[in-house]
């Protein structure tokens, strides 16, 4: 097994020998409008079905799916508590499983 120092001064070697050009913000180019916003006409993305979200969320470790994701479960979740729930018959999971 390699020594965890040993295998970083490897690992950062490469890193050390280049040299870092300074760069003037100011000579860098300026963003139109357009990189800062969607063009009007263009069709707006559709939202990620919840079997989406949790695959890019859950399993990808995609932060903004999981964000939504816990978006959409409260939503679902206060929606559920306004109904009583009757049991396996009941109105609640049955509108679960209609969405």
């Given at each position: 097994?390699?020594?965890?120092q040993r295998y970083l001064?490897?690992?950062?070697?490469?890193?050390?020998?280049?040299?870092?050009?300074?760069?003037?913000?100011?000579?860098?180019?300026?963003?139109?409008?357009?990189?800062?916003?969607?063009?009007?006409?263009?069709?707006?993305?559709?939202?990620?079905?919840?079997?989406?979200?949790?695959?890019a969320g859950v399993e990808?470790?995609?932060?903004?799916?999981?964000?939504?994701?816990?978006?959409?479960?409260?939503?679902?979740?206060?929606?559920?508590?306004?109904?009583?729930?009757?049991?396996?018959a009941g109105l609640a999971?049955?509108?679960?499983?209609?969405?």
């Amino acid at each position: 097994m390699t020594d965890p120092q040993r295998y970083l001064a490897i690992y950062l070697a490469p890193l050390a020998t280049r040299v870092r050009k300074h760069v003037d913000a100011a000579a860098l180019p300026l963003l139109d409008g357009r990189h800062w916003s969607m063009p009007e006409g263009l069709p707006v993305r559709q939202a990620l079905s919840l079997r989406q979200l949790f695959a890019a969320g859950v399993e990808s470790g995609n932060a903004e799916a999981r964000s939504e994701l816990k978006r959409r479960v409260a939503a679902i979740d206060a929606i559920t508590e306004q109904f009583p729930d009757d049991g396996e018959a009941g109105l609640a999971p049955r509108l679960l499983d209609a969405l």
